[in-house]
């Protein structure tokens, strides 16, 4: 089944640094690649996503590039603020149409 | 759109009682619900897959005796956790997917277990 490794656990910076997460997978059929955010006690909300088809994708401040032949994708969000501060968890599906497999998380802490 | 509802967000219970956590999904169907278990500081990780109308299937290690998930409609899924013991207390959280097939997950807001 598919594995996801991610890199790093923590990840400290100052407010306006860039923050970059890196993920790995397993099972090269995977083709969807979410990316979530979690506070403390919340709910995972997508922040996110890219499908196999593309190498990049950005939404304002946060970004995802895709390496299928490498197998691994990353995380990135420029001129970071206090309030990104949370869990990020990268994820792919299990199997097509199943579950999603999640990496260990990133606790990213933002200093102002 | 796609709108998870959980509940209860908390419980505590005493050890070797049952509790039952209802996910629903409020405005589309969903034919698979999956239900994740996350400890403190930890990743999300897959319990069980909840298919509408048959059984569901459980992830290596995860009891289904101990853990009852039922998916009765396309918008309801159950987890009772029966007779419960300290070591069950976690964040349970479920998530759904639309009938539209994409792989997208809509989570439940989770309900936080403690077992005394």
């Known amino acids: 089944g598919e594995n996801v490794e991610q890199h790093p656990s923590t990840l400290s910076v100052q407010e306006g640094d860039s923050a970059v997460i890196k993920c790995t997978y397993s099972d090269s059929a995977s083709n969807y690649f979410p990316w979530y955010k979690q506070e403390l006690g919340k709910r995972p909300q997508l922040i996110i996503d890219i499908r196999s088809n593309v190498g990049e994708k950005k939404d304002q401040r946060i970004a995802v590039t895709l390496n299928k032949t490498a197998k691994h994708f990353s995380l990135h969000i420029t001129e970071t603020q206090p309030e990104d501060s949370a869990v990020y968890f990268c994820?792919?599906?299990?199997?097509?149409?199943?579950?999603?497999?999640f990496g260990k998380g990133t606790t990213l802490s933002v200093s102002s | 759109g796609a709108v998870v509802s959980q509940h209860p967000s908390w419980v505590i219970c005493k050890s070797g009682t049952s509790v039952k956590i209802e996910c629903r999904s409020l405005?589309?169907?969903?034919?698979?619900m999956f239900w994740y278990r996350q400890f403190p500081k930890k990743s999300l990780m897959l319990m069980a897959t909840s298919n509408e109308g048959s059984k569901a299937t459980y992830e290596q290690g995860v009891e289904k005796d101990k853990f009852l998930i039922n998916h009765a409609s396309l918008t309801l899924s159950t987890l009772t956790v029966t007779s419960a013991h300290p070591e069950d207390s976690s964040f349970y959280i479920c998530?759904?997917?639309?009938?539209?097939?994409?792989?997208?997950?809509?989570f439940g807001s989770g309900t936080q277990l403690s077992v005394l």
């Open positions: 405005d589309f169907q969903a034919t698979t």
């Open positions: 998530s759904a997917r639309p009938r539209t097939g994409l792989e997208k997950l809509f």
């Open positions: 994820a792919a599906p299990g199997q097509a149409g199943t579950a999603l497999i």
